[in-house]
């Protein structure tokens, strides 16, 4: 630390004379706010991190929320669609060009993916169709949910032929499948609810606001 050098220290066992040590030494060294402290179990006084904040594949965000989510294994379904469910979600968000963070992933989880589905597809629809797409459509709903079917209806009808894009078929296919509870809402219910367990974990280490 008087070198100017970066300490890191890691204290499993949370023993509060080393952290006050390692604050004093950044006093000493005359750069008091050099000394940050994180500690999930004490968010107050806490440092806090985000854990999607930098990646190098988009898959790479789901599958570090879905490391906490508690499962039988690799091979459990329901942990498995929750990552699923995920991933669909970050998809959606990087095709409005929106960095995922675990307050809009709890938001399209926790209140439904209607709203995304709509603002991808119609930034989908802008960029491959020609203009006045909107007005041959004659998009009449004006809640979310009927906006995101007519908009849906539109792309397995019509887009997906000449203009399908793979990046969005799984928030599509989630969006889909939601309207069908009957179906697979067992399965659904629990994917969701582990992703939401994950979700927590994670929000737990990264206090967003």
């Not at 790479?60 to 690799?74: L, W």
């Not at 379904?77 to 990087?94: E, T, W, Y």
Request: glycine share 8%; proline share 5%.
């Amino acid at each position: 630390m008087l070198r100017g050098e970066a300490v890191i220290v890691i204290d499993p066992k949370g023993d509060k004379d080393l952290r006050d040590c390692a604050e004093r030494a950044c006093r000493l060294a005359g750069n008091p706010s050099r000394f940050v402290h994180f500690h999930p179990a004490f968010p107050e006084n806490s440092v806090r991190l985000d854990p999607l904040r930098n990646f190098n594949r988009s898959s790479e965000v789901a599958s570090r929320i879905a490391s906490v989510i508690p499962g039988e294994g690799s091979s459990d379904p329901f942990k498995a669609f929750g990552q699923k469910s995920l991933d669909n979600i970050v998809q959606g968000l990087f095709a409005l060009e929106q960095r995922p963070t675990l307050v809009k992933l709890r938001r399209y989880l926790e209140g439904g993916s209607a709203t995304l589905v709509v603002r991808a597809l119609e930034r989908y629809f802008d960029r491959v169709l020609e203009n006045g797409w909107k007005n041959r459509l004659n998009l009449k709903a004006k809640d979310s949910e009927g906006r995101a079917m007519a908009l849906v209806r539109h792309y397995r009808d019509t887009v997906q032929a000449t203009h399908p894009n793979m990046d969005l078929e799984g928030l599509v296919s989630m969006f889909e499948h939601d309207r069908t509870p009957r179906q697979n809402g067992g399965l659904l219910a629990a994917g969701h609810e582990h992703a939401d367990l994950g979700y927590a974990r994670a929000a737990a280490v990264a206090r967003p606001q």
